[in-house]
């Protein structure tokens, strides 16, 4: 008994002993990856280097560590870096699978183009050029519309029988979506049962929208009987996705019905399905459709995310319930534990569209002492509100407003806006207004012959000179014209 007591023990002890390795094993898995990530995207240095050195302090790293590490990397769309992961194990004699060198395709195609994602193709024995890497790089092609190409390869991949698989024809069938050929979907799906490829849900709501673009309605809604007999399982997203084509048919009453049968589905798991469902309802007026998910968003998820109120404020607000709007508001705000100035724009647009502009500016000083900086949607707003005005300064200061925080163009004015701004300085004659813009743009990148052209034409209407209009045009590669000398010599003689 003593013995089987003292065996129990032992083997106790080790289960212990192991658990405890794994763990730190783990850690120090952890440790590296937070190594890896504070170098954030920086180009600067090569993420091998700090492989590299956790080696030299005496540490281990697997092939799958790293593996696992690229997977992180590629979901944070850091690709340079997971690259670089690839040619750490290159260089450690390290073989690649087969999935892994669809993997590494498809981030060189991201990071440096489809020229040497295909030279990477080009390059790989012909043992791995199989489903997955042929897979990867039809992929590729998919992405970036080119048709003739994906054409081609999946005729070379079906010689091969490298095209048997539901991916395949997806990419595909998404391809031809893209590019404005929804008549091919059917056909599509047609020849993928012809091989007993088993179409996935993904197939079914792209033959669903096919059918929508064709004005098909009655087929889209028949797919949702193809899949069941096909014993394809619905899930709420097709049911979305029914819902909303019925809506922009302007088929309510049938939307309606499909977003009840969504509800009473038992996959609604996450907030997103809620979130969808409040949005839809809206589009259909249907004010009760939104406060019964509403109360079921809140009953499944009692912390509610800024997000789900951001749903519910855009719903409100496409409904025209300016009362629910800021009760809503009110409610959000006295709970959030971050403030989102993206559910202040709701509120804002909803002033500026009854024209409470004062309101409007209240709240976005209110929101700004609270932590919540206007962003460009913020200013975007106000400055068409004001441009529609004939605000002109106002609008201006917006725009400069944006002008100060812009980083790596991520906003731009649109060209009805620009367009508007030249047109009323150039009115009024306002030289100072004019310029003030050019600066703003030039942060753009958005200065052109046409800005040229009106800022030249404002200088005449006020009767100033600019002597250095032909230098200042020089710089920015704007070509001058015989015309557009003579316009110019009125502002710049010589």
Same mark, same amino acid.
Request: with cysteine; glycine share 6%; net charge positive.
């Given at each position: 008994?003593?013995?089987?007591?003292?065996?129990?023990?032992?083997?106790?002890?080790?289960?212990? /002993?192991?658990?405890?390795?794994?763990?730190?094993?783990?850690?120090?898995?952890?440790?590296?990856?937070?190594?890896?990530?504070?170098?954030?995207?920086?180009?600067?240095?090569?993420?091998?280097?700090? =492989?590299?050195?956790?080696?030299?302090?005496?540490?281990?790293?697997?092939?799958?560590?790293?593996?696992? @590490?690229?997977?992180?990397?590629?979901?944070?769309?850091?690709?340079?870096?997971?690259? &670089?992961?690839?040619?750490?194990?290159?260089?450690?004699?390290?073989?690649?699978? !087969?999935?892994?060198? $669809?993997?590494?395709?498809?981030?060189?195609?991201?990071?440096?183009?489809?020229?040497? $994602? +295909?030279?990477?193709?080009?390059?790989?024995?012909?043992?791995?050029?199989?489903?997955?890497?042929?897979?990867?790089?039809?992929? %590729?092609?998919?992405? +970036?519309?080119?048709?003739?190409?994906?054409?081609?390869?999946?005729?070379?991949?079906?010689?091969?029988? %490298?095209?048997?698989? %539901?991916?395949?024809?997806?990419?595909?069938?998404?391809? !031809?979506?893209?590019?404005?050929?929804?008549?091919?979907?059917?056909?599509?799906?047609?020849?993928?049962?012809?091989?007993?490829?088993?179409?996935?849900?993904?197939? @079914?709501?792209?033959?669903?929208?096919?059918? #929508?673009?064709?004005?098909?309605?009655?087929? #889209?809604?028949?797919?949702?009987?193809?899949?069941?007999?096909?014993?394809?399982?619905?899930?709420?997203?097709?049911?979305?996705?029914?819902?909303?084509?019925? =809506?922009? $048919?302007?088929?309510?009453?049938?939307?309606?019905?499909?977003?009840?049968?969504?509800?009473?589905?038992?996959?609604?798991?996450?907030?997103? $399905?809620?979130?969808?469902?409040?949005?839809?309802?809206?589009?259909?007026?249907?004010?009760?459709?939104?406060?019964?998910?509403?109360?079921?968003?809140?009953?499944?998820?009692?912390?509610?995310?800024? /997000?789900? @109120?951001?749903?519910?404020? &855009?719903?409100?607000?496409?409904?025209?319930?300016?009362?629910?709007?800021?009760? %809503?508001?009110?409610?959000?705000?006295?709970?959030?534990?971050?403030?989102?100035?993206?559910?202040?724009?709701?509120?804002?647009?909803?002033?500026?569209?009854?024209?409470?502009?004062?309101?409007?500016?209240?709240?976005?000083?209110?929101?700004?002492?609270?932590?919540?900086?206007?962003?460009?949607?913020?200013?975007?707003?106000?400055?068409?509100?004001?441009?529609?005005? /004939? &605000?002109?300064?106002?609008?201006?200061?917006?725009?400069?407003?944006?002008?100060?925080?812009?980083?790596?163009?991520?906003?731009?004015?649109?060209?009805?806006?620009?367009?508007?701004?030249?047109?009323?300085?150039?009115?009024?004659?306002?030289?100072?207004?004019?310029?003030?813009?050019?600066?703003?743009?030039?942060?753009? /990148?958005?200065?052109?012959?046409?800005?040229?052209?009106?800022?030249?034409?404002?200088?005449?209407?006020?009767?100033?000179?600019?002597?250095?209009?032909?230098?200042?045009?020089?710089?920015?590669?704007?070509?001058?014209?015989?015309?557009?000398?003579?316009? =110019?010599?009125?502002?710049?003689?010589?």
């Amino acid at each position: 008994m003593m013995k089987t007591d003292t065996l129990w023990k032992n083997k106790k002890k080790e289960r212990e /002993r192991k658990t405890e390795n794994k763990k730190k094993k783990g850690e120090k898995n952890t440790d590296l990856y937070r190594r890896l990530s504070a170098l954030g995207s920086r180009t600067d240095v090569n993420v091998g280097d700090t =492989i590299d050195e956790w080696v030299k302090e005496g540490k281990s790293v697997t092939k799958s560590a790293i593996l696992g @590490y690229i997977r992180e990397l590629r979901k944070y769309k850091k690709h340079d870096h997971a690259i &670089q992961l690839f040619e750490w194990l290159d260089k450690r004699g390290r073989d690649l699978s !087969h999935g892994d060198h $669809a993997v590494r395709l498809d981030l060189i195609a991201k990071a440096k183009g489809l020229d040497s $994602a +295909e030279k990477y193709f080009m390059s790989l024995p012909e043992s791995s050029k199989n489903k997955f890497t042929y897979g990867a790089l039809l992929n %590729c092609y998919c992405v +970036e519309k080119m048709t003739d190409k994906a054409m081609d390869l999946l005729e070379k991949m079906k010689k091969l029988n %490298c095209a048997s698989t %539901c991916l395949v024809y997806n990419n595909i069938i998404s391809l !031809h979506m893209k590019v404005g050929e929804p008549e091919k979907v059917p056909s599509l799906v047609k020849e993928m049962k012809e091989k007993s490829i088993t179409p996935n849900v993904h197939t @079914y709501c792209a033959l669903i929208n096919s059918y #929508a673009l064709l004005k098909d309605i009655d087929r #889209a809604e028949g797919v949702l009987e193809e899949m069941k007999k096909d014993g394809v399982r619905c899930d709420w997203s097709t049911y979305a996705n029914l819902a909303s084509i019925y =809506i922009k $048919a302007g088929h309510f009453d049938k939307a309606n019905s499909t977003l009840k049968e969504m509800e009473k589905r038992n996959d609604l798991r996450e907030p997103k $399905a809620f979130h969808i469902l409040i949005g839809l309802y809206s589009h259909t007026s249907n004010r009760l459709g939104v406060d019964r998910v509403w109360s079921s968003l809140k009953a499944a998820f009692p912390k509610l995310s800024n /997000r789900c @109120y951001l749903h519910k404020l &855009q719903a409100l607000h496409r409904l025209g319930d300016t009362d629910g709007l800021k009760k %809503c508001f009110e409610e959000w705000e006295s709970n959030c534990a971050n403030y989102d100035i993206r559910l202040v724009n709701v509120l804002i647009e909803s002033y500026l569209n009854r024209e409470m502009v004062k309101e409007a500016e209240a709240l976005r000083e209110a929101a700004e002492k609270k932590g919540g900086k206007p962003n460009f949607r913020t200013l975007e707003m106000l400055m068409n509100f004001y441009l529609k005005k /004939r &605000q002109v300064d106002s609008a201006l200061k917006c725009l400069g407003s944006a002008a100060s925080r812009l980083k790596d163009n991520e906003w731009k004015p649109s060209e009805d806006s620009v367009s508007m701004f030249l047109k009323y300085l150039e009115e009024e004659k306002d030289v100072d207004g004019a310029e003030n813009l050019f600066k703003s743009l030039k942060k753009f /990148r958005s200065t052109n012959t046409e800005v040229y052209e009106s800022l030249i034409r404002t200088y005449i209407a006020a009767e100033k000179k600019e002597p250095r209009m032909r230098i200042r045009m020089k710089e920015d590669g704007i070509e001058i014209t015989p015309g557009f000398n003579k316009l =110019i010599g009125k502002v710049c003689p010589g």
